[in-house]
């Protein structure tokens, strides 16, 4: 059972300007509730008991909102950064505060209605898999008008290829499909400690890249409701989600 996470919210969130220049994204609210407060709800409720949270830009307002996690039911620690490391580099900031066992990764920006406890940690980093083991697992979704790309390739429950690497996903046999990364995500720490190129900020698609190369990316498609709340328009969008659902 995996007992820790992670939710990345560091970033500047530019796309969401005028509503992020006094506060950081996280602290936005829709539906009555901040959204990182609907992520550590659901985090919560899946059984998850500590949370790894990353902040750089207006990070001190998340820090004194959010607490030790007491209100929450859930342990959080802080992975402060100088500034935004981008996400490969927030999480290698972070091994050190991550117990030695898988974990979920959570955009702090994504809003998706997956179902957290059918999240099973025994796919990835299986000793007794030997050369079957992965070092992280996605939940891919459809893609969006906004990348309609998709970002990787999945195969028979394997992420074999980056659309980046691919060209066109047409190019690719209709026995695969171009997905979007929803966001969320198991990684085991050793997946990021052993990455070769590790640096102070780099993005966390070039270990997933690393991993593909050496079939240890899995992945799944989730049909369900997804959005990127990464403009006031899908904020609003969401935020009339949430309000009718309640």
Not at 140 to 147: A, R, Y
Not at 186 to 196: F, L, R, V, W
Request: hydrophobic share 40%; aromatic share 8%; net charge negative.
């Amino acid at each position: 059972m995996i007992t820790q996470a992670m939710i990345l919210a560091a970033g500047e969130g530019r796309r969401m300007l005028p509503l992020t220049l006094d506060t950081p994204k996280p602290l936005l609210e829709v539906g009555g509730k901040t959204l990182i407060e609907w992520q550590l709800q659901r985090l919560k409720h899946c059984g998850i008991e500590r949370v790894v949270i990353n902040v750089a830009y207006l990070g001190e307002q998340i820090m004194d909102y959010l607490g030790d996690g007491a209100a929450y039911g859930v342990d959080i620690g802080y992975s402060q950064e100088p500034y935004p490391l981008e996400t490969g580099g927030a999480l290698n900031a972070a091994l050190s505060l991550l117990d030695n066992a898988p974990f979920i990764l959570v955009n702090g920006d994504v809003w998706c209605d997956y179902p957290l406890s059918e999240l099973d940690d025994g796919v990835v980093f299986n000793e007794e898999a030997g050369a079957h083991s992965v070092g992280a697992h996605l939940v891919l979704v459809d893609n969006p008008e906004h990348n309609g790309r998709g970002d990787f390739i999945l195969q028979q429950g394997r992420i074999t290829a980056s659309t980046d690497k691919t060209g066109e996903v047409s190019s690719v046999t209709k026995s695969s499909a171009g997905f979007t990364f929803s966001g969320l995500s198991i990684i085991h720490p050793n997946a990021i400690s052993a990455y070769p190129h590790l640096r102070e900020k780099f993005p966390l698609k070039e270990v997933f890249e690393w991993l593909i190369t050496r079939n240890r990316l899995s992945g799944e498609h989730y049909s369900g409701q997804w959005i990127d709340v990464g403009t006031p328009e899908r904020l609003r969008s969401l935020d009339r989600l949430l309000c009718y659902s309640q």
